[in-house]
């Protein structure tokens, strides 16, 4: 069975914040009032992490995507009181809302603070009702969620595949955020392919993994910038 | 216990509060409860909104809720294992004590514990923890160790209380069936003194490992995390020891307060808060020590994550909450409490206030500061309290006062069975067992 992953290319990466907005309109993620956003209750299954280096004139704006890092050994599934967050049969870490009791431990646990509280109910403004996304259930206020890697396009490719008697090819099955990369900085597909190239890249010498002392051995992999140093 | 009869005639002082009612007591009472409706007002608002009505927010998603449940669960250490301590160690001072210890335990244990539950998104879906609860958790550890920490404290409370209760239901003044009832047919028989006993005894025993796995699990809430600031083998003990400090903090307030409020000066001496005070005394430096042992350890490694943390704390927003810290929990304690001068009843009121506010405020710098500084880079929010948050902590003080007022009308605050006990056959047991110590005379003269 494939091992699900993601290679991030770090020197492609604009910043445009594309898989910012494919994300939040694919997965009905809560958009919440500016003055809630303010307070620190922004709601995102990915975010843009960004770094202002140098001083002006010759400063430099770098950007990196994070989002749930699908860890092999990850920190918060061990501390979920009632298996509401899980490592399910295809290796990604999901997390069942009508379980889940709230008590945040996992966003606690999680070392790259990729989970987000659903702290009120909001209901959506009239313009994005139109464009829910039906695959994706929503969420009720006081439980945590966090990115799936589309886990609902998953599904559905396993079914078409099925249905059209093939096996499931890497194509089928690609995140909203990857496949809105207008500079193709996202990559997604099996690790264990040694030939494909999601294998072939997080294989390769620039490929990193954040927070790997901890161990929690992530399926993201970020492919550093060749201009390491400034 | 041979042929030991406590006498209800005796200690009128132990049962005035009990048999007459001051306009004070309702006074008191009325104050209490309009807090308390005040508070859980504010928590069926929660309920309604949602926990967007409290200051937590990301990545600070654990504040006065989960700080006050540490706090309180803390505060019940005072009791039980104070009062069995004293017991095993037979302390002769302990009498007027144990009973209050072990109200403050019973108490406490209840406030505390519903804290997790009022920090829930969905404390409708509490049930959720038995049907599905993974052991693997360390919030279920903590279930299953809160709940027998729970059950053994109040069995322990009950148990010395019914030779009281019986001397109540004797005098026939009010409440007589309820009296009744509690006091389980307690006829006094040197049968039931022996069976007592040895339920006390047991009793004793059982809670000291409970009550210190009950904070060591709670320390592991944290630890078990990769967080900088938490992911600490000290953690254990660190926490045991500063709950048994804030405990037997709140242990004096409770007694002095109802020295004055019952005028008991003639059970609660000075000689007792000497006592109790060394032992007060003590714990602020082993508090101290540890406190040290776990910055050092973090400050020498240099872990940048670590590092970051630590320095936030200690220089950072949180530097001069830090250092009220250290003053209120050794600084002012070990000033007051080393000098046998300072060592009076108003000093060590003084310190124990003081350590309450102290082991508060380490209860937050540990919870908070840690939250505020995640490993990944994320845009940074200061936690406010606001005033849910605030009137949940006044309504959980106000359920605390209210307990142990009412404990307090309904059943002697200090034990009179023991009292009378130790004034029939302590004083001379002890004398015994001090000549048990002493060289045999008639051997070394032969």
Known sequence: ?230 | MHNFEPDGRRDEALFRPIEQTTRKFWMTVGILVAIILFAVAMFVRQLVFGLGETGMMQPVTWGFYIINFVFFIGISHAGTLISAILRITQAEWRRPITRMAEVITAIVLAIGGLHPIIDLGRPDRLMNVFLFGRLQSPLLWDVTSISAYFAASTVYLFLPLIPDVALLRDRKKKHHWLYDFLSWGWQGTPEQWKVLHRAINIMMIVVVPIAVSVHTVISYIFAMTLQSGWHSTIFGPYFVVGAIFSGIAALFIAMIAFRRAFHLEAYLKPIHFQQLGKLLLAMSVIWTYFTFCEYLTGYYGGEPAEMRTLLYKLTGRYAWLFWTMLTCNFVVPVTLLSSRKLRTIGGILASSITILIGMWLERLIIVVPSLENPRMPFPHHIYVPTLTEISLFAGALAVFALGFTLFAKFFPIVSVWETQEGRQLGLAETAERVTGYLPDDTVSHA
């Open chain 1, 1 to 230: 069975m494939a091992r699900w992953g993601m290679v991030i290319d770090l020197d492609r990466c604009t910043g445009c914040a594309a898989c910012v907005a494919a994300c939040k309109v694919e997965n009905n993620v809560q958009v919440v009032s500016p003055e809630e956003s303010e307070r620190g209750r922004r709601m995102h299954w990915i975010r843009l992490l960004t770094e202002v280096r140098g001083d002006y004139p010759d400063t430099e704006v770098r950007t990196q995507p994070n989002l749930c890092m699908m860890c092999e050994n990850p920190p918060c599934t061990k501390v979920c009181p009632v298996h509401a967050t899980y490592v399910g049969a295809d290796g990604l870490v999901g997390q069942i809302y009508p379980r889940c009791i709230g008590c945040r431990y996992c966003m606690a646990a999680c070392p790259y603070t990729v989970k987000s509280f659903n702290w009120y109910h909001h209901e959506p403004p009239p313009e994005l009702v139109q464009i829910q996304n039906p695959d994706v259930s929503v969420r009720p206020k006081g439980v945590v969620e966090k990115c799936t890697f589309c886990y609902h396009r998953l599904q559905l490719a396993r079914e078409k595949a099925r249905a059209e008697r093939r096996p499931l090819r890497e194509a089928d099955y690609q995140p909203a955020c990857v496949n809105a990369c207008p500079a193709d900085a996202m990559m997604f597909g099996d690790l264990d392919d040694e030939l494909g190239r999601v294998g072939q890249l997080s294989r390769s010498t620039r490929a990193v993994r954040m927070q790997e002392h901890l161990g929690t051995e992530p399926k993201v992999y970020f492919l550093e910038r060749r201009d390491a140093q400034l």
